[in-house]
């Protein structure tokens, strides 16, 4: 655009946001915002905007950490230990049908179960079922990829009309505590 010429880029209704890339980045503006009709506007300071962002991410990850206490392999580990790794997990939604996991892959991440039920399928022949909170221990898998450097030994596939996942990659996971053998072996 030269100085001076207006372009129509976008058009944002209620309930719809503008600004935020200022607000995360400290960079200018990238539009103009021009109201063409009456309406309400809410504004947040960068300050306010951070504080809130910071207090939704602790409290999910009080919130992990909680869930981490009933993985079982996880139990050697201190609360300071499981609180980096709350930290460090990522949350994945999917949908029925979707595959998480094909067998024979190579694998570099390994799963906790949060919500919904999946199915393992090994050589094209269910084997079992994984239910999120399912009696006392959180379900777990993908993490012979962690210990072993395997392919992954099953295909997982989400049954449940939605699943959500915590997900944590084998960088993270030897960056923050190490191999996750040496986290077995004290168990033992």
């Known amino acids: ?44 300071d960068r300050q306010n905007f951070k504080d809130i962002l910071m207090k939704v991410s602790d409290e999910k990850s009080n919130e992990y950490v909680k869930y981490l206490s009933h993985v079982e392999i996880l139990n050697p580990l201190l609360t300071e230990e499981k609180k980096a790794i709350a930290q460090a997990l ?6 029925k049908g979707e595959v998480i996991l094909q067998q024979g892959d190579v694998g570099n ?4 179960l949060y919500e ?16 999120a909170n399912a009696g006392k221990l959180t379900r777990i898998f993908g ?14 596939m989400v049954t449940s009309e939605t699943a959500k996942a915590l997900v944590l990659d084998r960088d993270s996971f030897n960056m923050l505590l190490g191999p996750l053998q040496d986290i077995i072996n004290k168990s033992q």
């Open 1 to 44: 655009l030269s100085r001076g010429e207006s372009k129509h880029v976008s058009t944002v209704h209620a309930g719809g946001s503008f600004g935020e890339l200022a607000l995360l980045y400290l960079v200018p503006r990238a539009a103009t915002v021009k109201a063409v009709s009456r309406g309400l506007v809410w504004v947040i």
């Open 90 to 95: 990522v949350e994945m939604h999917y949908r």
């Open 109 to 112: 991440t390994f799963y906790i």
């Open 116 to 131: 919904g039920e999946l199915s393992i399928i090994k050589d094209n022949k269910e084997e079992a079922r994984l239910q």
């Open 143 to 156: 993490e012979r990829a962690l210990l072993n450097n395997e392919p992954r030994a099953a295909t997982v």
